[in-house]
């Protein structure tokens, strides 16, 4: 059992830059493979970005690469999303994952409660 908490959302002006956090539980945070997903009002769920268990794989959505960059602390139980040249259609709900696949599947075996990033324009 994985029990994932993010934090570090706010608001913040288009152009800015933000990082959200997340702390996993349990004993066996570097087997699981870790990720971030979005969902915006009235939009569906979707992928942002996923790390493997050792930090050596990493993925991004397209709509993200070269502002955003995804990492983790193993030794910490962390895992990390530093989102920079924010725009307003970042805005959304972040949620972290935790997959024992990598990449990670479109529905996780463990997700967090989601913290609000919101990107003024």
């Known amino acids: 059992q994985v029990q994932l908490v993010e934090s570090g959302g706010g608001l913040v002006q288009a152009g800015g830059s933000l990082r959200v956090s997340c702390a996993a539980s349990?004993?066996?945070?570097?087997?699981?493979?870790m990720g971030w997903f979005r969902q915006a009002p009235g939009k569906e769920r979707e992928f942002v970005a996923d790390?493997?268990?050792?930090?050596?794989?990493?993925r991004y959505a397209d709509s993200v690469k070269g502002r955003f960059t995804i990492s983790r602390d193993n030794a910490k139980n962390m895992v990390y999303l530093q989102m920079n040249s924010l725009k307003p259609e970042d805005t959304a709900v972040y949620y972290c994952a935790a997959s024992s696949i990598f990449p990670i599947p479109t529905i996780p075996t463990y997700w967090g409660q989601g913290t609000q990033v919101t990107v003024s324009s």
């Open positions: 790390i493997s268990r050792s930090g050596g794989s990493i």
């Open positions: 349990g004993r066996t945070f570097s087997m699981y493979a």
